[in-house]
C-alpha cells in the first residue's frame, strides 16, 4: 500500500491555459474523490467516482471543470480555459466503500494535493 | 445537513491533553462524527470516527453526549507533531458525497 499519490505537486500556468492532474489512489479502492482546498479554508468537495462511474459532481464545479476514471483506476482532472481564482490546492481521495451506502462514514485517504497557481 | 462549529484556533504545550470541541446541535439521528487532522502542504488524515459515547484509539479519544449536539476530541499528550488544523465533519452513514463538509476547521498550535 502506497498511498495516495497526485501529479504534478505543483503547476504553474498562465490564465487560460488547459491544465490537467492525476491522482492515483490506493489499489483496490473503489471510490475516488476530487476536492478544492483554498487558503485558510477546509476541502471543497468536487466530484466524486465509484469505480469508472462519475456519481456526483458539485453544483459549484462549472463546465470548465471535467474529471475522468478510466478503467476506475487513476483519475485525472482538467482545467480549461484556467482563471485566477481557480489558484488553489487539489486534493484527491480514495476509500474502499462498498456500494451506494455508507459515504458519510468513509475513511478517506487523502493524497498530498496539487497546488496550482494561475498567474 | 448539520452545521458544525470549532473554535478557530487553540494552543497547547508538549506534554498537555489537548481537548477540541465541536458544536452541532442539528445533528440528525444518523449522522456519524468524524474527525480529520492536517498538516500544511498534505491532505488530511482520518483520526477518528464515532456516533456516541465513547470510542478510543491509539491516536485521539472522541467523546459524545448523550443529545449528541456536541463531541470533543481529546489528545493525550501532544508534541509539537500534533500542531495542525483538526476537522470535525458530521454526516450520516447514508449520504450524498457533496454533503461532505470539512469547514474552516481548529488550527492548533503545541509550543515546547
Known amino acids: 500500500d502506497t498511498g495516495v499519490s497526485q501529479n504534478p505537486r505543483h503547476k504553474i500556468t498562465k490564465r487560460g491555459q488547459n491544465v490537467t492532474f492525476r491522482c492515483d489512489p490506493i489499489?483496490?479502492?473503489?471510490?475516488l474523490y476530487w476536492y478544492r482546498q483554498t487558503l485558510g479554508q477546509g476541502p471543497e468537495f468536487l466530484t466524486y467516482?465509484?469505480?469508472?462511474?462519475?456519481?456526483?459532481k458539485s453544483r459549484l464545479l462549472s463546465d470548465r471543470f471535467s474529471a475522468e476514471r478510466p478503467k476506475g483506476s487513476f483519475s485525472t482532472l482538467e482545467i480549461q480555459r484556467t482563471e485566477q481564482g481557480d489558484s488553489a490546492m487539489y486534493l484527491c481521495?480514495?476509500?474502499?466503500?462498498?456500494?451506494?451506502?455508507?459515504?458519510?462514514?468513509?475513511?478517506?485517504?487523502f493524497g498530498p494535493g496539487t497546488r496550482l497557481t494561475v498567474l | 445537513l448539520a452545521k458544525t462549529t470549532q473554535p478557530i484556533s487553540m494552543d497547547s504545550y508538549e506534554g498537555q491533553e489537548v481537548n477540541i470541541t465541536c458544536s452541532h446541535n442539528?445533528?440528525?439521528?444518523?449522522?456519524?462524527i468524524t474527525w480529520y487532522q492536517q498538516f500544511p502542504s498534505q491532505g488530511p488524515r482520518f483520526i477518528i470516527q464515532?456516533?456516541?459515547t465513547k470510542v478510543t484509539n491509539e491516536v485521539a479519544s472522541l467523546f459524545i453526549p448523550a443529545d449528541r449536539k456536541s463531541s470533543t476530541l481529546s489528545l493525550p499528550r501532544v508534541s509539537l507533531s500534533d500542531t495542525a488544523v483538526y476537522y470535525c465533519?458530521?454526516?450520516?452513514?447514508?449520504?450524498?458525497?457533496?454533503?461532505?463538509?470539512f469547514g474552516s476547521g481548529t488550527r492548533l498550535s503545541i509550543r515546547p
Open positions: 481521495a480514495s476509500s474502499s466503500g462498498l456500494g451506494l451506502a455508507l459515504v458519510g462514514t468513509d475513511t478517506q485517504y
Open positions: 489499489s483496490e479502492h473503489n471510490r
Open positions: 467516482f465509484q469505480n469508472e462511474a462519475q456519481l456526483e
Open positions: 442539528n445533528i440528525a439521528t444518523n449522522d456519524y
Open positions: 464515532g456516533y456516541k
Open positions: 465533519l458530521v454526516g450520516p452513514s447514508y449520504s450524498s458525497a457533496s454533503k461532505i463538509i
